[in-house]
Every structure is written in structure tokens, then in C-alpha cells.
T-cell receptor
Framework: GAVVSQHPSRVICKSGTSVKIECRSL??????MFWYRQFPKKSLMLMAT?????????EQGVEKDKFLINHASLTLSTLTVTSAHPEDSSFYIC???????????FGSGTRLTVV | AQSVTQLGSHVSVSEGALVLLRCNYS??????LFWYVQYPNQGLQLLLK??????LVKGINGFEAEFKKSETSFHLTKPSAHMSDAAEYFC??????????FGAGTTVTVRA
């Protein structure tokens, strides 16, 4: 089946630095990628939707300058958390959508800790 | 816009007992409905989905769900719980904007 590889699985960074999270669709082309944030014991909150070759669409309240999303190819989407602060610590998950079987394939998530 | 309500944030069952997780949705258009399972520090795994056709949907690991339009429900069941079913379960709905809206989640614990 479809697989989305998400890296890194865990990252610790210092406050003020930037962190990049990658999601790759391994055996299919992901025209649309969704990025979610999940707080402990909470549901998934949609941050943004990215389509290959175009600018990401951010949900209300999500800072586009802090959470930079790039979807330069049909197999790779990246989320960069810029000037990270402790409040950005969270679990980030990507999801690729495919029209063929109307399915969403999720990455394994990235645990970000900002110290 | 669509939304999902999962009734019960925590369900505890005995091993071998029925698992029933409740999900109600609202959608202005015919919905696509999903159930996902999440283990700690992992992504989401699809259990089953309803798009069109048969309203009783069978998924992986013995789970099934029934789409009831009149009740706007998509409850998830499994006849006999196994210890490995202990996890977080999310119901989700999408409509014509392809965005998934998730319920708050239900934590399932299984007692030996």
C-alpha cells in the first residue's frame, strides 16, 4: 500500500533555531499534502494544505511565516518551523491525499521539543 | 462545513468483550467517513472508510462500522477485544474540500 515516510521522528532543538520536517510519498505521487499538529492527548489540528507547485493554504490562526511549507515535487513536502520556541513543541504529522482511492496516508509523525 | 463528535473520551473493555466506539457527524454534503487508530508516538493507521455503496464497512483487525444517514452516525465495533486494541481511535469526516475533520478521539483500554 501507499507509504509516507516522515523524518525525523524525534528532534530536539534550541529556542530560536529552525527545524525542517520532511514527508516523502514513497510509491505514489501526492498532489496534496496536509500538515497537522497534535497536542498531548488531543486531536489533530489541521495547520495547512499544500499542493505541488503552489503556495500552501494555511488555516486560520496558523502563522505562515513561522510554519513554512514547501511542496516542490509530487513526492516531497517539507514543514520548517522557524525561530522555534518552547510553545512550538508538539507532535507534527503529515498526510498525503490521493484521489484514486480517496485515501489519506499519514506519516509516522515528528515529535518536536524546543528547549 | 463538517464536524465530528465522538461520544466518550475513554472506553474500558474486558478482553474478549465487545468494543463500541460512537461517532456522529454533521455535513452539508454526502460525507466520506473514516476511522483511524493511533498508537503512542505514531501516525494514524486507517481502520476503515465509507465513501459510497454498502453502508456496513469492514476494516482491518476485525473492526467494522455502519453508516447510518438517518442518525448521522458511523459507530465502530469489534466483537471481541484484544489487548493489542488498546490505543487512541479517531473518527473523521471529509466533504468536497478534501480536508479531514477529526473527532476529539477515544482512548480504549483493554482489561485482562
Amino acid at each position: 500500500g501507499a507509504v509516507v515516510s516522515q523524518h525525523p521522528s524525534r528532534v530536539i532543538c534550541k529556542s530560536g533555531t529552525s527545524v525542517k520536517i520532511e514527508c516523502r510519498s514513497l510509491d505514489f505521487q501526492a498532489t496534496t499534502m496536509f500538515w497537522y499538529r497534535q497536542f498531548p492527548k488531543k486531536s489533530l489540528m489541521l495547520m495547512a494544505t499544500s499542493n505541488e507547485g503552489s503556495k500552501a493554504t494555511y488555516e486560520q490562526g496558523v502563522e505562515k511565516d513561522k510554519f513554512l511549507i514547501n511542496h516542490a515535487s509530487l513526492t516531497l513536502s517539507t514543514l520548517t518551523v522557524t525561530s522555534a520556541h518552547p510553545e512550538d513543541s508538539s507532535f507534527y504529522i503529515c498526510s498525503a491525499w490521493t484521489l484514486g482511492d480517496y485515501g489519506y496516508t499519514f506519516g509516522s509523525g515528528t515529535r518536536l521539543t524546543v528547549v | 462545513a463538517q464536524s465530528v463528535t465522538q461520544l466518550g473520551s475513554h472506553v474500558s473493555v474486558s478482553e474478549g468483550a465487545l468494543v463500541l466506539l460512537r461517532c456522529n457527524y454533521s455535513s452539508s454534503v454526502p460525507p466520506y467517513l473514516f476511522w483511524y487508530v493511533q498508537y503512542p508516538n505514531q501516525g494514524l493507521q486507517l481502520l476503515l472508510k465509507y465513501t459510497t455503496g454498502a453502508t456496513l464497512v469492514k476494516g482491518i483487525n476485525g473492526f467494522e462500522a455502519e453508516f447510518k444517514k438517518s442518525e448521522t452516525s458511523f459507530h465502530l465495533t469489534k466483537p471481541s477485544a484484544h489487548m493489542s486494541d488498546a490505543a487512541e481511535y479517531f473518527c473523521a469526516v471529509s466533504a468536497n474540500d478534501y480536508k479531514l475533520s477529526f473527532g476529539a478521539g477515544t482512548t480504549v483500554t483493554v482489561r485482562a
